[in-house]
Nanobody, 125 residues
Framework: QVQLVESGGGLRQAGDSLRLSCAAS????????MGWFRQAPGKEREFVAG????????AYAHSVKGRFTVSRDGARNTVYLQMNSLKPEDTAVYYC??????????????????WGQGTQVTVSS
């Protein structure tokens, strides 16, 4: 089992920055990749960014590319989501997830085995 705990959410104004963290514990050696997803009220959960746990290759949703950066610290078993130039439409609950499946297509939420509890990000205009 892998446990994931997100932190760093909060209230920001448009144009501000925020960094989310996702700390993994347990059988972290089994993780192939990590993803960030978000879900706004009344909307479906959507992919935000993904990262290969060992190699560090990344993938982003079109809506956040150039504004958000995903990274990982292997020594701390932690993945980060640096969010810059925040927009009101970034308001959502943000979840991190872990997959054990090699070659995962990161935007596909069905391939993830473990999920965190989520952290709220609210961006005011």
């Amino acid at each position: 089992q892998v446990q994931l705990v997100e932190s760093g959410g909060g209230l920001r104004q448009a144009g501000d920055s925020l960094r989310l963290s996702c700390a993994a514990s347990g059988r972290t050696f089994s993780i192939y990749g990590m993803g960030w997803f978000r879900q706004a009220p009344g909307k479906e959960r959507e992919f935000v960014a993904g990262i290969n746990w060992s190699a560090g290759a990344t993938a982003y949703a079109h809506s956040v590319k150039g504004r958000f950066t995903v990274s990982r610290d292997g020594a701390r078993n932690t993945v980060y989501l640096q969010m810059n130039s925040l927009k009101p439409e970034d308001t959502a609950v943000y979840y991190c997830a872990a997959t054990r499946l090699p070659g995962t297509y990161y935007p596909n939420s069905d391939t993830y085995d473990y999920w965190g509890q989520g952290t709220q990000v609210t961006v005011s205009s």
